[in-house]
């Protein structure tokens, strides 16, 4: 004496119910309206605020967004230039994973990035980003990204015209 239907809905759509049995000859039907409310892509804000001693430390402060909760939040960076042919790293793409409240639907991170960690050289340059993913259980995560930046460390004839100006200077 029990009826049970399962249906995934992606879409705004209707159904309706119709009780019959042999003892009812009328087909009265019940129709019932179903509102989807789509899975929205997260959003990421970052601020970031250099070091006052220190040209490569760099410091984050973020907010993450989403209307049901996050997977994932990684720092991303890849040597766009290397000028060490010995341990070249141009091209390679580097991750690290940061904590993230999967259940918040907004989450503040904070992150320190320093550059001697990485070995940059004089002359290269590095891109970075962070990406956050949504939990979006039917369709896979999606995700954003924030504005990418790029690092462009001084080569080593930019660091001697600086030194002579500063020596000049003093």
Known sequence: NIF???????KNDSYSVTAINHFLSSKDSIRYAVSVIPDLYPSIIVEQQSDS?????????????????????S????????????????????????????????????????????????????????????NDGVSGPKSARSQSQVFKAPSLKEIDETTEKDNEEI
Do not use: C, M
């Not at 049970?4 to 992606?10: E, G, H, L, P």
């Not at 992150?111 to 050289?121: E, F, G, K």
């Open 75 to 134: 720092f991303n960076y890849r040597f766009l230039k290397s000028t060490d042919s010995l341990h070249s790293n141009q091209g390679k793409q580097f991750s690290e994973s940061l904590p993230v409240s999967k259940n918040l639907n907004t989450d503040p991170f904070f992150y320190s990035w320093d550059l001697n960690t990485v070995n940059i050289s004089a002359g290269d340059e590095v891109e970075y980003y962070f990406e956050v993913w949504d």
């Open 53 to 73: 001693l220190s040209t490569k430390r760099t410091f984050y402060k973020g907010l993450v967004k989403d209307d049901y909760g996050f997977t994932k939040l």
């Open 4 to 10: 049970s239907f399962s249906k995934r809905f992606y």
